[in-house]
């Protein structure tokens, strides 16, 4: 989809595994002809959130988040550095990011993502300048449907939430990809991750 400030991508991976499983969401952004502009990203789905979501604090605790309606909308958005997600009893939807945003949820079901600003004025928080330094922008996502089954008595009322292994899973690969890279075979190359773990598993046993 081509918009006047975005280029939105999404696809779909058909291929076995944890890739095929949830699909790829890119934006490019370019708010620099803006004045005084804000975009996001809002995903909208049915889930019964009841204004609540979750978002990690350091891409490895995941702490609970109420939105208050008494409060300005700057006051109910939080970092994410690599994940947040949106619960009910039956389903959870994660949205996977491979940088750091702010995330939000205004209404029951959906997560708001603020993926680029530009101010022409200082807005008090400490920089002393408005933000008119804009570049264009690349942001990847993942978004991962599941259900949920076995849920424990209070696991919603914890102050820490967890991951499911296939969101850990994904958000480990959106953030730290595999680098293929190519050597001669007359070079004294390092041997392959797929060596070293082999040698690993055979001294193990």
């Known amino acids: 989809c081509f918009f006047n400030h975005i280029t939105h991508t999404v696809r779909?991976?058909?291929?076995?595994g944890f890739e095929g499983q949830s699909p790829e969401i890119t934006n490019i952004l370019d708010i620099r002809g803006e004045s005084n502009r804000e975009i996001a990203m809002r995903i909208s789905s049915d889930i019964n959130s009841q204004n609540r979501f979750y978002s990690d604090l350091n891409g490895y605790q995941i702490q609970p988040r109420q939105t208050l309606n008494?409060?300005?909308?700057?006051?109910?958005?939080?970092p994410m550095s690599t994940m947040a997600y949106i619960q009910d009893i039956f389903n959870r939807l994660t949205l996977h990011a491979a940088q750091p945003l702010g995330i939000a949820s205004l209404r029951n079901g959906q997560l708001e993502v603020f993926m680029?600003?530009?101010?022409?004025?200082?807005?008090?928080r400490g920089l002393g300048q408005?933000?008119?330094?804009?570049?264009?922008?690349?942001?990847l996502f993942r978004l991962l449907l599941?259900?949920?089954t076995g849920i424990h008595e209070g696991e919603d009322k914890r102050a820490v939430s967890y991951p499911?292994?296939?969101?850990?899973?994904?958000?480990?690969t959106l953030n730290q990809p595999v680098i293929?890279?190519?050597?001669?075979?007359?070079?004294?190359?390092?041997?392959t991750t797929r060596?070293?773990?082999s040698s690993h598993v055979f001294n193990a046993l």
């Open 116 to 124: 680029d600003r530009r101010l022409m004025q200082d807005d008090n």
């Open 164 to 172: 499911s292994l296939l969101s850990h899973i994904t958000s480990t």
């Open 12 to 16: 779909l991976y058909n291929v076995e």
């Open 70 to 78: 008494k409060l300005p909308l700057q006051a109910n958005v939080y």
């Open 146 to 148: 599941e259900q949920r």
């Open 195 to 197: 060596c070293l773990l």
């Open 130 to 139: 408005g933000l008119q330094d804009n570049k264009i922008t690349f942001n």
């Open 180 to 191: 293929s890279m190519a050597a001669m075979m007359d070079t004294d190359a390092p041997p």
